[in-house]
């Protein structure tokens, strides 16, 4: 563990059990319409840090200083909502990295910690995202047996120690993120909305083309389209008690990078991944959700000392900004590759916009 964490963090604790001074609740915040500006890319900025792990949680434990400066960095360039580390933090994430799968609850406790602790250090009004990302491989309502998925029970039972960890820490809302199954997004829309938190779901796509039409889907590995996940949600098939729609604030995508095709990653990948899910919500008659859209930094590479880069630069991200916003995106932000550099360009276009 960092040494200097304690010591340079104590006159913090007792700011962390106090209020916030927020004028607005994150839920009063989303009637606003000036956009909220999210944060970048976290595990590569473990990377880039030369912090590399068999899961990036234990980051909250082994490096805290380090998680604790990778939020500040992203707020002092303006971001005014942070996710924090905890993506890859349940039992399943810990169990696939060999680790402790008692230590999920602790990790989560910590990584709300850290992040409150950034805020507190900045003296800004900032929003904290409990961060819930999919499980480490396929579930059994998609793979269809318990032989190659992992029981639905037990994709529900792990969301459920995590989101309400992050409630019971003091998050803001609560973002699932990185979804590739639209069902798993409804199995934990099911578990979040115990909290009583706005809920964001974000899926990550990729380019796919219709055969007969010709026209381009975006689709996740598991075959949900935008409008696949609107369904999914009403059917009530995950759900005790009917539509699961009601309780998300917020729709969106993130990730997201083709191999193959520029046009289809990064910021491209977002306004066209926003502009498919205006279609879906506003042909299905919904209306009143939020969008968010934050992709990766474009194609991630290898350069010439083999680390690996993005291909997107602040500049060129930042300059989509508009059309983002002009498409419907509310709460925009970055992915894998995204740094503090890319966020401030973000805020600066934002300031101009």
Same mark, same amino acid.
């Given at each position: 563990?960092?040494?200097?964490?304690?010591?340079?963090? @104590?006159? &913090?604790?007792?700011?962390?059990?106090?209020?916030? @001074? *927020?004028? %607005?609740?994150?839920?009063?915040? &989303? *009637?606003?319409?000036?956009?909220? &500006?999210?944060?970048?890319?976290?595990?590569?900025?473990?990377?880039?840090?030369?912090?590399?792990?068999?899961?990036?949680?234990?980051?909250?434990?082994?490096?805290?200083?380090?998680?604790i400066d990778i939020h500040s960095d992203y707020i002092n360039v303006g971001a005014e909502v942070i996710g924090t580390n905890t993506f890859v933090a349940s039992p399943l994430h810990l169990e696939m990295a060999g680790q402790d799968v008692s230590g999920a609850q602790r990790?989560?406790?910590?990584?709300?910690?850290?992040?409150?602790?950034?805020?507190?250090?900045?003296e800004k009004e900032v929003y904290i995202a409990g961060s819930v990302g999919p499980s480490p491989?396929?579930?059994?309502?998609?793979? @269809?047996?318990?032989?190659?998925?992992?029981?639905?029970?037990?994709?529900r039972e792990a969301h459920k120690l995590v989101i309400h960890t992050l409630a019971e820490?003091?998050?803001?809302?609560?973002?699932?993120?990185?979804?590739?199954?639209? *069902?798993?997004?409804?199995?934990?829309?099911?578990?979040?909305?115990?909290?009583?938190?706005?809920?964001?779901?974000?899926?990550?796509? %990729?380019?796919t083309k219709e055969r007969?039409?010709?026209?381009?889907?975006?689709?996740?590995?598991?075959?949900?389209?935008?409008?696949?996940?609107?369904?999914? &949600?009403?059917?009530?098939?995950?759900?005790?008690d009917g539509s699961l729609l009601d309780a998300v604030s917020i729709i969106g995508v993130n990730c997201g990078a083709e191999s193959r095709r520029d046009e289809h990653t990064g910021m491209p990948y977002a306004i066209t991944g926003i502009q498919q899910l205006s279609t879906a919500l506003a042909e299905t008659g919904i209306d009143g959700k939020r969008m968010m859209a934050y992709p990766n930094a474009g194609m991630p590479k290898l350069d010439e000392n083999h680390q690996t880069v993005y291909t997107q630069t602040p500049s060129e991200m930042a300059s989509h900004v508009p059309e983002l916003i002009e498409t419907g995106a509310y709460?925009?932000? @970055?992915?894998?590759?995204?740094?503090?550099?890319?966020? *401030?360009?973000?805020?600066?276009?934002?300031?101009?916009t």
């Amino acid at each position: 563990m960092e040494g200097g964490y304690t010591e340079r963090n @104590g006159k &913090l604790l007792a700011r962390l059990t106090e209020p916030q @001074g *927020k004028i %607005k609740t994150f839920r009063e915040r &989303l *009637k606003s319409d000036e956009p909220i &500006l999210y944060d970048g890319g976290f595990g590569s900025q473990l990377f880039a840090r030369g912090i590399e792990l068999a899961n990036s949680a234990l980051a909250n434990e082994l490096h805290p200083a380090t998680v604790i400066d990778i939020h500040s960095d992203y707020i002092n360039v303006g971001a005014e909502v942070i996710g924090t580390n905890t993506f890859v933090a349940s039992p399943l994430h810990l169990e696939m990295a060999g680790q402790d799968v008692s230590g999920a609850q602790r990790l989560t406790r910590l990584a709300v910690q850290h992040a409150k602790a950034a805020v507190a250090q900045s003296e800004k009004e900032v929003y904290i995202a409990g961060s819930v990302g999919p499980s480490p491989g396929a579930i059994e309502a998609d793979s @269809g047996d318990t032989t190659f998925g992992i029981p639905n029970d037990e994709a529900r039972e792990a969301h459920k120690l995590v989101i309400h960890t992050l409630a019971e820490e003091g998050v803001d809302f609560l973002c699932l993120e990185t979804m590739f199954s639209a *069902k798993e997004a409804a199995i934990a829309v099911d578990v979040a909305r115990e909290t009583g938190l706005p809920i964001a779901v974000n899926l990550t796509y %990729k380019w796919t083309k219709e055969r007969r039409t010709g026209n381009i889907i975006y689709r996740t590995d598991w075959g949900n389209s935008p409008a696949d996940l609107l369904e999914i &949600l009403m059917s009530g098939e995950f759900s005790r008690d009917g539509s699961l729609l009601d309780a998300v604030s917020i729709i969106g995508v993130n990730c997201g990078a083709e191999s193959r095709r520029d046009e289809h990653t990064g910021m491209p990948y977002a306004i066209t991944g926003i502009q498919q899910l205006s279609t879906a919500l506003a042909e299905t008659g919904i209306d009143g959700k939020r969008m968010m859209a934050y992709p990766n930094a474009g194609m991630p590479k290898l350069d010439e000392n083999h680390q690996t880069v993005y291909t997107q630069t602040p500049s060129e991200m930042a300059s989509h900004v508009p059309e983002l916003i002009e498409t419907g995106a509310y709460l925009i932000g @970055g992915c894998c590759g995204t740094t503090p550099k890319h966020i *401030k360009a973000f805020r600066n276009k934002l300031k101009n916009t």
